[in-house]
Structures are given as C-alpha cells and as structure tokens.
C-alpha cells in the first residue's frame, strides 16, 4: 500500500507539473519508504528549485546526473497511479502519516531493546512520557472527508442571503427564467451548427453582462479582439458600422471602452497552461466574474487517437478553474458534422468524448431556421434549446430570440414563450411558474 501511494504522488507531480513545487512542499527524501522513491522526489526537487522542465525525460536526467538509471518510460508508468478527482494533497498526508508511523516503530524497537538495563523509575518515565504524547495529540482528520454539520453555515447563507444564491442574468427574460441565470462555479457549452451565430449570440452574452458591472474575459481564438469589438459597436449604435462615421461611432467606442470587458488578445491554438495563466490573471487583477471561451478545439492538443482524453482533460480543468475562482465558464463547442442539415443540435450530436455531456452544469444549443427551399438564408428567429441544466433552480427546454443583423443584437421575441421541456405551459402570473406564457409555439421548430 506504501508503495501505491508513493508511486500516485510522484505520478501526479509528472502528470500536473505546475503544481510540483506546491505538492512536494513539507515532504523530504527521507518520507518515502522505496528508496527509488527517494530518490525520484529528490530529482524532483531539484527541478522545482531549477524551475526548470518538468517532464518524464527531464526527470530521467535529473536523475542520471545524480547517478542513477532510471528511465523516461519507468517515470511515465507512475502516472497510472494518480487518479482524476483524487488531489496530490492525498498521496502527501499518506505518505507522512506512514513515515510517522516508520519512524514511531523504529523509536519504539530501539526504547524495547534498552528495557532489560532499564530499572522500574525508568520505565515509568517512558511509560508517562508515551502517555503524555498521546493524549495531547489530534485525530488526523481527511480534508476530503466531512460530516454534513460542516456545510451548516452554506445551507444557512441560503436562507440568510437569498439574493446571493440566484443566478447572474443575461438580460434575456425568457432564457432567464428557464435557466435560473449563469449561477457562479459553473461550465456551460454552447453549440450548434457552422453560421447559426454561436459567437455572435456570445459576444452579445459578455456585452450585456459587462454593461450591467459583471466583468468579463472575452477569448476568441478564431476570431481577433477588433472583430469583436466591431460587433459590440454595432450592438451599442444599433446600426451597422458602414452608416458610421469616426465621429459618429466615437461616442459607442468610448462607452464600451469603460464597461469591464476584457479580450484574450491570442489567434489560433493555445495550450492549456497558458489558457490557465491568462484565466487566473484576468480573475486576479479585473476580478471578472465570466469567461467566455470560442471555441474548445483551439486549446486541445493530442495526437492519434487520444482526443477523448484530451477533450475530458480540458473539459475537467476548465471546471475546477470556475469553482476555484468561483466565477462562471461559457465554453464554445463545435458539434460533429451532420448528416441532415437544418435541424438543431442535440447531446449525441457531440461527438468526441462523453465528456461534453457528463462534464458541464449546463449545455445550450442555437439554431437558426432556414427555408428548405433556401437554406442560405436563415431566418431572423433563433432557437435556444436548453438541453441540460444541473441546478435544481433551472430546467431544460426552448426559448426565442429574435436576431437583427443591422444592430448584430439579439432580443426577446415580445410575448413568445419559454417552454418546459415536457411541453408545459405556465401563466406568467403563476407564482410557481417560471415560463411566461405567449403565443403558440411554432411547430417547425420540434424538431
């Protein structure tokens, strides 16, 4: 079991080097049983206080230069030790647990040999002093392990503050009321299919949060800040930039230059590392409350046929980055290709990776409806289709937006409806409704 636990810290320290230097902090060579163990830790010491890479084949130097053989694959193996959702604090707390309890035997053995030249004041001196050592020690407690007495001061905060446990809103009412707002430590996926407007509805997402104080983290890795920024111009003035004048459009320019939105100046692909940086920066120096990333592809990186782990690695990562900061994710994410065009996205038609339908809190798909006739040209309604909802505050199900290309804003569509996923209508006045009620829901759009 020693051994397990030492192999999954080291493990996790190669699979997550940019926490090594925190994780192997208060531990020493000398905590581990494996002398090979030992000796690995200590290579990864020195690379720590290096600051230099880390990584299987830099370790295996490491430890050459010290002199010992012990290859870039033997390190990889360690890696099947560590397990997802299971922190490196873990392996740490065993391994000084079984240290204390190595170093406990080996006082004890030697105090037993001494006993036979020991007289009776003798012994009751180490008799009291064991004693004494023992009541005043602590239980050790697991950080991960926990009674529910604990969470009292959580459940009581519900109660307390209510206003604080309600989900931030987009300013579109109808999506509003069927979601319960974008609630804090949270990841949602948006979706749909090439030209139904999934960055347009996202920069619209951030303009509107960021105009009513809530900042913001805009990253396009497809798309460069400036066209952005043209779009939220567009949405500010109501009218496209070609009827603008410098002068005329410098007004709406200076506006959202003061709103807290913030952009990822980065095109193309990235990596996750530098995606976290950017992330935890903007967290720590704007205090933003969104980021809104477009799209996922850009920042995977795997070959053959490793994508579904690299999909649920990213997909795992970007959702404990919004429960440590505590701030709400709204991720991007192209579908496969469809065999029949026109038709909204649904969760099997993201393929890939599990992942995408088990990882997030929160999965929403656009469409846009097009004539069969004339399906380049759609038409001015969208269709937002909830199609998961995690918190018990929110439900699954559809609402319309009405998108107007002059302004690139979208809007509630006046009286229209927000559906329950079982096709249940409430009357908007119904105090345990949370789904206006309008017009008929157009039949084409139950696809």
């Known amino acids: 079991m020693n051994q397990e636990i030492e192999k999954g810290f080291l493990g996790s320290c190669i699979r997550w080097p940019e926490n090594a230097s925190l994780d192997i902090n208060g531990l020493t060579g000398e905590d581990f049983f494996l002398a090979e163990h030992r000796h690995i830790f200590d290579a990864l010491k020195s690379l720590c206080e290096k600051k230099a890479l880390i990584n299987p084949l830099s370790l295996a130097g490491e430890l050459k230069a010290r002199g010992y053989e012990i290859s870039a694959s033997e390190l990889t193996e360690l890696e099947d030790f560590c397990f997802d959702g299971i922190a490196p604090n873990y392996y740490k707390d065993r391994i000084k647990v079984d240290s204390a309890k190595r170093k406990l035997q080996v006082f004890l053995s030697d105090t037993i040999k001494e006993i036979p030249s020991l007289d009776y004041s003798e012994l009751d001196k180490i008799s009291r002093g064991v004693t004494e050592i023992l009541s005043n020690g602590e ?74 104080g809530h900042p913001v983290l805009f990253a396009s890795f497809e798309m460069k800040p400036v066209s952005i920024i043209r779009k939220m111009l567009q949405m500010a003035s109501g009218r496209p930039l070609s009827s603008h004048t410098l002068q005329s459009v410098s007004p709406f320019y200076v506006s959202i230059s003061s709103l807290p939105i913030f952009f990822l100046d980065h095109y193309g692909e990235t990596g996750l590392p530098q995606l976290k940086q950017a992330i935890f920066y903007a967290k720590r120096r704007h205090r933003i409350e969104f980021a809104i990333l477009d799209h996922l592809h850009f920042f995977l990186k795997f070959s053959g046929d490793h994508e579904r782990q690299a999909i649920d690695q990213a997909l795992r990562d970007l959702k404990s ?73 929110g439900d699954e199900g559809k609402v ?45 759009y139950d696809q």
């Open 400 to 444: 319309i937006l009405i998108f107007d290309k002059r302004s690139q804003s979208y809007s509630d569509s006046g009286p229209d409806l927000a559906r329950s996923a079982e096709g249940e209508r409430f009357p908007a006045s119904s105090p345990s409704s949370r789904f206006p009620q309008g017009r008929d829901w157009p039949s084409g």
């Open 321 to 393: 980055w919004a429960m440590e900061l505590g701030i709400h994710i709204v991720l991007i994410v192209h579908p496969a290709k469809l065999e029949t065009e026109n038709r909204p996205i649904r969760l099997n038609d993201l393929k890939g990776s599990s992942g995408l339908k088990q990882i997030p809190d929160n999965v929403i798909s656009i469409w846009r409806p097009r004539d069969k006739d004339d399906l380049k040209h759609p038409k001015n309604e969208i269709v937002l289709e909830v199609l998961k909802v995690r918190d018990d505050e």
């Open 139 to 212: 239980p050790f407690e697991a950080d991960f392990i926990k009674s529910s007495s604990v969470f009292f001061e959580e459940v009581r905060n519900f109660f307390d503050h209510p206003e604080t446990n309600m989900g931030i809103g987009t300013g579109w009412l109808k999506l509003d009321k069927l979601v319960g707002g974008l609630r804090p430590n949270e990841l949602t996926e948006v979706t749909g299919e090439t030209g139904s407007g999934k960055t347009t509805w996202a920069a619209n997402l951030g303009y509107r949060l960021s105009k009513n």
